[in-house]
């Protein structure tokens, strides 16, 4: 068995700025442990799938007419257009990791602007706008490519499609990245803070696993710093275990990640990799990150809805945490994520 799959890693704390938060993270002896025996047993009594779970993990664009989805490159820009919104997996617009890009991407027209990149999509949202359908629609900002994972001249361009939304604003916008270049933006966010949701990935709590799996992504730490500091500055942020990866052990570990969830987090939203569809199996059973976690003896974190117990945990700890978001109205949308 792993030792990367089971064992502790406290670095995941360690390195925090611990005045974001008094959350001692270890083992099992954290808060939970002060928990009723009657809270915890509540676990146990929750079904997966569940009809609690199908009414809570609504995606970001529920009633929206149309999605759009962006992604900034080196050369580029590429902009898609969903408007059957039915048969879509609730995470289906969360941001991706460079293996599983092509993993159930929904149906939808595709645009890329290599020339003229701002006029193009100013171009394109104007004319949405005066159809009267972008305060209908909801705009992910960061699917398959990290906005802020890159380049200075990658960062430049996300700045200046960000500052787009201010004049053509959309009912929606969902900034997603790992990345603490993030606060770069923070007069923009600020601006834009009345339908922006920052939704950060945190796989796992343990840089172990991210140094194995994701080498090349931020750590941990950084991205809790992060959050912190966007929920200081009254900006909304959902955290999205998605897809999620080892995480320590089953009994113990589970409940250490819902609270450090919970510390850092307005909304906390999940994702597994699968989800039991045949062709996942055929088209990406074989992908060197899918073999990686098989390597490491970590097979369940390939199984669908493999996150059930840590969604059960959040359940009993902060259950507010896993309320869905507001339902998309026409005109202006102001998110209340902060309500009792």
């Known amino acids: 068995m792993s030792n990367l799959c089971f064992a502790n890693d406290v670095t995941a704390v360690s390195e925090l700025d611990l005045r974001t938060s008094n959350l001692a993270f270890s083992d099992s002896s954290s808060r939970h442990g002060m928990l009723p025996k009657r809270r915890r047993a509540e676990l146990s009594l929750i079904d997966f799938p569940s009809e609690t779970f199908a009414e809570e993990q609504k995606p ?27 048969p879509i997996f609730f995470d289906s617009f969360h941001l991706r990791f460079k293996e599983t890009k092509s993993l159930r991407i929904p149906e939808g027209r595709h645009f890329l602007f290599k020339d003229d990149i701002l006029q193009s999509l100013e171009a394109r949202l104007a004319a949405e706008m005066n159809k009267g359908l972008l305060q209908e629609t909801v705009v992910y900002f960061g699917t398959i490519s990290d906005p802020f994972l890159s380049f200075q001249s990658k960062f430049d361009l996300t700045r200046s499609c960000l500052k787009l939304f201010e004049r ?59 959050c912190g500091e966007l929920m200081r500055r009254g900006l909304p942020v959902c955290i999205q275990v998605s897809p999620i990866l080892p ?32 062709r996942e199996v055929k088209e990406y059973g074989e992908l060197p990150f899918v073999k990686k976690i098989r390597s490491l003896s970590c097979e369940e974190f390939l199984r669908p809805y493999c996150f059930a117990d840590l969604y059960r945990a959040v359940s009993v700890l902060s259950p507010e945490k896993l309320k869905p978001f507001p339902s998309i109205s026409k005109g202006p949308v102001q998110l209340d994520f902060f309500a009792a």
């Open 168 to 226: 053509y604003p959309p009912a929606r916008i969902v900034l997603q990245t790992r990345s603490p270049m993030l606060l770069s933006a923070l007069p923009t966010l600020v601006s834009l803070s009345k339908s922006l949701i920052v939704a950060v990935p945190v796989e796992t709590p343990l840089e172990s696993v991210v140094r194995s799996l994701t080498p090349r992504q931020p750590r941990i730490s950084e991205r809790l710093s992060t």
């Open 60 to 86: 970001f664009h529920l009633g929206a007419s149309k999605v759009l989805s962006l992604n900034v490159y080196m050369n580029g820009v590429t902009l898609s257009e969903h408007s059957n919104l039915e």
């Open 247 to 278: 995480y320590g052990k089953k009994v113990g570990d589970v409940w250490s990640f819902a609270e450090l969830l919970n510390d850092f987090s307005n909304r906390i939203s999940f994702g597994s990799l699968f989800y039991g569809l045949p």
